[in-house]
């Protein structure tokens, strides 16, 4: 049987081949994947270093603005307690009896109240007999009010042809007492 060693040798000698060639991916692969995982490994670490960074940076800020929140309440808690006792004080030293006191008489009128007046008859008042004298104003009003009654009654009336005519004399006398010609 010779060919079929021969066979089985060529075979052998193919696989053989094949088998080295298969051996060379897969070094190449194992090679491809420990650089992708050193470099992996050397990028993460960085990132995760960032990250830590990051964290710690936000954490400390977050402390930070605790603290200053608390201050800032603390120093609004002691504004308002001060605040408060110094209204307190204020509330506490004030005599509000004697500031009214003090305001009534300050404000109170100094003129005599009115004394009480009895119920009279017109007749039994003092003074009720007499008419009081005309001011002069009243006297020097007297003459135009003359003139403007004619003057008011005609044009408050029906008009006619005899009250028109009426009615223009008497302003053209108004006119000229005002002007001072009559």
């Known amino acids: 049987r010779p060919g079929e060693w021969k066979r089985l040798a060529e075979r052998s000698v193919a696989l053989s081949r094949h088998?080295?060639?298969?051996?060379?991916?897969?070094r190449k692969a194992v090679h491809r994947l420990n650089s992708t995982t050193d470099l992996h490994g050397r990028h993460?670490?960085?990132?995760?270093?960032?990250?830590?960074?990051?964290?710690?940076?936000r954490s400390h800020c977050f402390r930070?603005?605790?603290?200053k929140i608390a201050v800032f309440e603390t120093s609004c808690l002691r504004n308002?307690?001060?605040?408060?006792?110094?209204?307190?004080?204020?509330?506490?030293?004030?005599?509000?009896e004697?500031?009214?006191?003090?305001?009534?008489?300050?404000?109170?009128?100094?003129?005599?109240?009115?004394?009480a007046v009895g119920v009279h008859s017109y007749w039994e008042l003092p003074g009720?007999?007499?008419?009081p004298a005309r001011s002069k104003l009243e006297a020097s009003i007297a003459p135009q009010l003359?003139?403007?009654?004619?003057?008011?009654?005609?044009?408050?009336?029906?008009?006619?042809d005899e009250a028109s005519a009426s009615v223009k004399d008497s302003v053209e006398r108004l006119c000229q007492r005002l002007r001072g010609e009559a």
Do not use: N, W
């Not at 308002?80 to 509000?96: K, L, P, R, W």
């Not at 003359?146 to 029906?158: Q, S, T, W």
């Open 19 to 26: 088998a080295a060639g298969i051996e060379r991916e897969y």
């Open 44 to 57: 993460m670490g960085g990132l995760l270093a960032a990250m830590q960074d990051m964290e710690e940076k």
């Open 64 to 67: 930070d603005a605790a603290m």
């Open 80 to 96: 308002v307690q001060y605040d408060i006792d110094s209204g307190v004080q204020a509330v506490e030293s004030v005599d509000a």
């Open 98 to 115: 004697a500031e009214l006191q003090d305001f009534i008489r300050d404000h109170q009128s100094k003129a005599q109240p009115p004394s």
């Open 128 to 131: 009720s007999r007499q008419v």
């Open 146 to 160: 003359e003139a403007l009654r004619p003057v008011c009654k005609a044009l408050l009336a029906v008009t006619s």
